[in-house]
T-cell receptor
Framework: ETGVTQSPTHLIKTRGQQVTLRCSSQ?????VSWYQQALGQGPQFIFQ???????GRGNFPPRFSGLQFPNYSSELNVNALELDDSALYLC????????????????FGAGTRLSVL | DQQVKQNSPSLSVQEGRISILNCDYT??????FLWYKKYPAEGPTFLIS?????DKNEDGRFTVFLNKSAKHLSLHIVPSQPGDSAVYFC????????????FGQGTRLTINP
């Protein structure tokens, strides 16, 4: 059973550019959540995808967008990068039969460290 | 608005002793709580969880206690081992479904030999 994998591990971009981060879910999981972790802070929820549909969004602007594919892998896209977007981006997968009710454990990848210069 | 708070940024404990990590929350709609451990350059690893219908859950050396009236939970590690040195995050869910996790800021635990 493979765990959650994220790519790339590190990325350097300049302000105004666009970036795509990728995540492969743990085998058997159908739900992917993305979190942003700033230095010295806990992870903050960006959004979640369940069966290819967005299923909840945190307090992030529309330039943060995502996709989930039929194999349950996922992408996080950020447009018009700002300096404050520099952070560790974490992907977590889980199995959600009914996301509104399930309290399933989320399993995290190692993250992508994004630096915006 | 920090809905989940870990007020101790760091904690140092001697090997073999008990480590107690604390977490407070403000929203009574949270009904499920989790603890994650994070080593450098790795993602958070799930440790233990507790539902709001319980006040205690135990798994080996790890025990989580929940005090709903005080909106407080704690993680006890007994006995503490050097490999327990890591950053510990508490997280809560239950708002708006969707398994959204709300994390505290983390506590860095150092176990001294």
């Amino acid at each position: 059973e493979t765990g959650v994998t994220q790519s790339p591990t590190h990325l350097i971009k300049t302000r105004g550019q666009q970036v795509t981060l990728r995540c492969s879910s743990q085998s058997g999981h159908n739900t992917v959540s993305w979190y942003q972790q700033a230095l010295g802070q806990g992870p903050q929820f960006i959004f979640q995808y369940y069966r290819e549909e967005e299923n909840g969004r945190g307090n992030f602007p529309p330039r943060f967008s995502g996709l989930q594919f039929p194999n349950y892998s996922s992408e996080l896209n950020v447009n018009a990068l700002e300096l404050d977007d520099s952070a560790l981006y974490l992907c977590a997968s889980s199995f959600g039969g009914n996301p509104a009710l399930a309290k399933n454990i989320q399993y995290f990848g190692a993250g992508t460290r994004l630096s915006v210069l | 608005d920090q809905q989940v708070k870990q007020n101790s940024p760091s904690l140092s404990v001697q090997e073999g002793r008990i480590s107690i990590l604390n977490c407070d929350y403000t929203n009574s709609m949270f009904d499920y709580f989790l603890w994650y451990k994070k080593y450098p350059a790795e993602g958070p690893t799930f440790l233990i969880s507790i539902s709001s219908i319980k006040d205690k859950n135990e798994d080996g050396r790890f025990t989580v206690f929940l005090n709903k009236s005080a909106k407080h939970l704690s993680l006890h590690i007994v006995p503490s081992q050097p490999g327990d040195s890591a950053v510990y995050f508490c997280a809560a869910s239950g708002l708006q479904g969707a398994q959204k996790l709300v994390f505290g800021q983390g506590t860095r635990l150092t176990i001294n030999p």
